[in-house]
């Protein structure tokens, strides 16, 4: 094997550099992949232009990003192959929040409050380059007719799937998704086909995207921002009322950051409501919601943070055709251009929904 590969390091806000760098070394714990498809995260373009610190001792480069991959196997450390539980040539897909299974949360079944996690891509070297290291911890199998294109979203699915399970859907309940973002598109697929709700809207911006939540199979889709949007909606209360006869939504999912957004989600939701907190808020937001309805209503809020002890029933939904995740790949780009891809994808160029690096 080459002792040198191509990467892209990170090193400062919009300072990355495409170079060769040692290939990683395989402790006993460790798994080799060679990657093939990489996707670009809401978190990569933070870290690019400086707006969140990395996971490192330092929250500094350098550091190779990319944290959501797919690959084959090339080298098996000595513990999980001791184990018979991967071999070269393995397709498979990283789990990037890799816990040490032996503290005190992951015994619990907390495995994402792990102390001692490792994360490629945030703490560690990660995929956007030819070769990646990965705890087998964090490493699964991918079957034969998942894509590596689709292999490459399974983690954000994954945190989306745990999200949709603290929600409890029960069947035909009216569902809400704020945010029509890949995930927020995931979640409507997921809401319908895998867990049974019933009328799902979708509330956010930017038409294009909401127009892909319709065709991912959102029954009504609102803007409440845009007056000039074909989905424009004054009133979302009001509106959802009027097409639930009263009950208000059941429940409500919040994949965006935007505390507006949350309070309005807690707003719309009728009695007995559960309203589920996803997208990660600023440092210093804080909730405002009243609190007398919310109580005589009896309204539960919830969290869900990564993707603990979801990923098996995760590649079954995708297994059993149950998501159609390439159909959210808008862009693609090889290792070279990841720079480029990452500063596209902020711009919005070309109405970006999922970019993925290529390395084939």
Not at 23 to 47: A, F, H, M, R, W
Not at 57 to 78: D, I, R, Y
Not at 223 to 237: A, F, H, I, M, W
Request: proline share 6%; with cysteine; charged share 20%.
């Amino acid at each position: 094997m080459a002792e040198k590969m191509n990467a892209q390091v990170f090193y400062e806000k919009e300072k990355m550099n495409f170079e060769e760098i040692p290939v990683p070394k395989v402790t006993d714990i460790d798994v080799l992949v060679k990657i093939k498809n990489v996707g670009i995260c809401g978190s990569d373009i933070s870290y690019y232009y400086g707006m969140s610190p990395l996971g490192t001792s330092s929250g500094k480069g350098p550091l190779v990003l990319g944290h959501e991959f797919s690959g084959e196997v090339v080298k098996v450390g000595a513990v999980p192959a001791d184990m018979g539980l991967f071999k070269p040539g393995d397709r498979v897909v990283v789990n990037p929040v890799q816990q040490c299974n032996a503290c005190y949360d992951c015994a619990a079944g907390n495995s994402h409050m792990c102390k001692f996690l490792n994360v490629p891509g945030v703490s560690t070297n990660g995929a956007f380059a030819d070769l990646c290291v990965s705890r087998y911890t964090g490493l699964f199998k991918l079957p034969d007719n998942i894509s590596y294109a689709a292999g490459a979203i399974i983690e954000p699915l994954a945190c989306a799937v745990n999200g949709f399970n603290k929600l409890d859907v029960r069947s035909g309940q009216f569902v809400v998704v704020f945010g029509p973002g890949p995930i927020g598109l995931m979640m409507v697929q997921i809401a319908k086909k895998a867990f049974g709700a019933g009328r799902v809207a979708m509330v956010g911006t930017r038409d294009y995207r909401l127009d892909g939540a319709k065709k991912a199979g959102a029954d009504y889709c609102f803007n409440t921002e845009e007056p000039g949007s074909k989905y424009y909606v004054k009133d979302l209360k009001k509106k959802i009322a009027e097409i639930t006869d009263g009950k208000l939504a059941d429940r409500i999912i919040v994949p965006t950051g935007s505390n507006e957004a949350f309070e309005l989600g807690v707003e719309i939701g009728g009695n007995c409501s559960i309203i589920v907190h996803f997208g990660l808020p600023d440092g210093d937001a804080a909730f405002k919601i009243p609190a007398l309805s919310f109580h005589t209503m009896d309204k539960q809020i919830r969290s869900a943070w990564l993707a603990p002890m979801v990923w098996p029933q995760t590649i079954r939904i995708i297994q059993e055709g149950l998501i159609d995740l390439e159909s959210l790949i808008t862009h693609k780009a090889p290792l070279k251009e990841t720079k480029q891809a990452i500063m596209d994808l902020k711009a919005r160029k070309g109405n970006p929904m999922k970019a993925e690096i290529v390395m084939d």
